[in-house]
């Protein structure tokens, strides 16, 4: 039992589940990210330090995330793997900020779900554990609580390991994927779900992108890695900026900003009326 309560099982390695169809059937999605052109891959790995916030969700069935990724393939059977935080008030039953992980290797028509709750990850730290709580968030202007999280390919078993706070937590099986040899995508942002018709929840810290550090939500010491497996820090030229609702959310890549935060970014907004 953890110190908030929850009860987590011992599982033997080779008898654990993974996790529910992480897309909600008729929700509309925001999004506010920054990721790498596929003309620059392939890519082996994909890291960064993100502050971790706690925005307020109104229902039960809104979702508020802060995330990286890799991924590989055309949309419409995309492999992919996400790892960070969200809020998501209906998978765990509260409003709280949770660490999390998605996988999928069709785009999640037929495969992928969150964390363990389907066959797919294998976790082998015994102390760190997807779904776990947030223990301590940050402020707007205050005190900045933040994880270390990356998403690295083994080049021998060419599974993908996903760490935490620098530690393994555990790690995604190649044979899970259909096309995953490499990421021919790496990325670092935000997304909220909501029904339609409905007010989109915040994301980040619920303010936009404006450099200073303890404001919006960010990714420091953000870095990729590359056909060589050496880590790189995206320069500005092989990055591409997105977000589909610009007055809810936003999103700002800055590149190289020195040995305080690296190469880093930041994104997120008030939600609101965003529009089905």
Request: proline share 5%; net charge neutral; hydrophobic share 35%.
């Given at each position: 039992?953890?110190?908030?309560?929850d009860?987590?099982?011992?599982?033997d390695?080779?008898?654990?589940?993974?996790?529910?169809?992480?897309?909600?059937?008729?929700?509309?999605l925001?999004?506010?990210?920054?990721?790498?052109?596929?003309?620059?891959?392939?890519?082996?790995g994909?890291?960064?330090?993100?502050?971790?916030?706690?925005?307020?969700?109104?229902?039960?069935?809104?979702?508020?995330?802060?995330?990286?990724?890799?991924?590989?393939?055309?949309?419409?059977?995309?492999?992919?793997i996400?790892?960070?935080?969200?809020?998501?008030?209906?998978?765990?039953?509260?409003?709280?900020?949770?660490?999390?992980?998605?996988?999928?290797?069709?785009?999640?028509?037929?495969?992928?779900?969150?964390?363990?709750?389907?066959?797919?990850?294998?976790?082998?730290?015994?102390?760190?554990?997807?779904?776990?709580?947030?223990?301590?968030?940050?402020?707007?202007?205050?005190?900045?609580?933040?994880l270390?999280?990356?998403?690295?390919?083994d080049?021998?078993?060419?599974?993908?390991?996903?760490?935490?706070?620098?530690?393994?937590?555990?790690?995604?099986?190649?044979a899970?994927?259909?096309?995953?040899?490499?990421?021919?995508r790496?990325?670092?942002?935000?997304?909220?779900?909501?029904?339609?018709?409905?007010?989109?929840?915040?994301?980040?810290?619920?303010?936009?992108?404006?450099?200073?550090?303890?404001?919006?939500?960010?990714?420091?010491?953000?870095?990729?890695?590359?056909?060589?497996?050496?880590?790189?820090g995206?320069?500005k030229?092989q990055?591409?900026?997105?977000?589909?609702?610009?007055?809810?959310?936003?999103?700002?890549?800055y590149g190289?900003?020195?040995?305080?935060?690296?190469?880093?970014?930041?994104?997120?907004?008030?939600?609101?009326?965003?529009?089905?």
């Amino acid at each position: 039992m953890t110190n908030f309560g929850d009860i987590v099982d011992c599982i033997d390695i080779n008898k654990q589940l993974a996790f529910d169809h992480p897309l909600l059937k008729n929700h509309k999605l925001q999004i506010a990210e920054v990721f790498l052109l596929p003309q620059f891959g392939p890519y082996y790995g994909v890291s960064g330090i993100n502050s971790a916030y706690n925005p307020r969700v109104n229902r039960m069935d809104q979702i508020s995330a802060s995330h990286l990724w890799v991924q590989n393939g055309q949309m419409d059977d995309s492999n992919k793997i996400a790892a960070g935080w969200h809020v998501h008030p209906h998978l765990y039953g509260d409003d709280a900020t949770y660490l999390y992980s998605a996988w999928t290797s069709d785009n999640f028509k037929k495969t992928g779900c969150f964390n363990i709750r389907c066959p797919g990850f294998v976790q082998t730290s015994k102390v760190h554990y997807l779904g776990a709580r947030v223990r301590n968030t940050s402020i707007y202007g205050g005190i900045m609580f933040d994880l270390a999280v990356s998403i690295s390919q083994d080049p021998v078993t060419k599974n993908w390991w996903l760490n935490m706070q620098n530690t393994n937590i555990g790690y995604f099986p190649a044979a899970l994927f259909s096309n995953m040899a490499s990421a021919d995508r790496v990325g670092w942002g935000g997304r909220t779900r909501t029904p339609p018709n409905t007010l989109s929840p915040p994301m980040g810290s619920g303010h936009f992108p404006d450099n200073n550090f303890v404001h919006a939500c960010y990714f420091e010491f953000v870095s990729f890695k590359n056909a060589s497996r050496q880590n790189c820090g995206p320069e500005k030229y092989q990055t591409q900026v997105f977000t589909d609702k610009s007055y809810c959310f936003g999103v700002e890549y800055y590149g190289n900003q020195g040995v305080k935060v690296g190469y880093s970014l930041q994104f997120g907004g008030p939600g609101g009326n965003c529009g089905n």
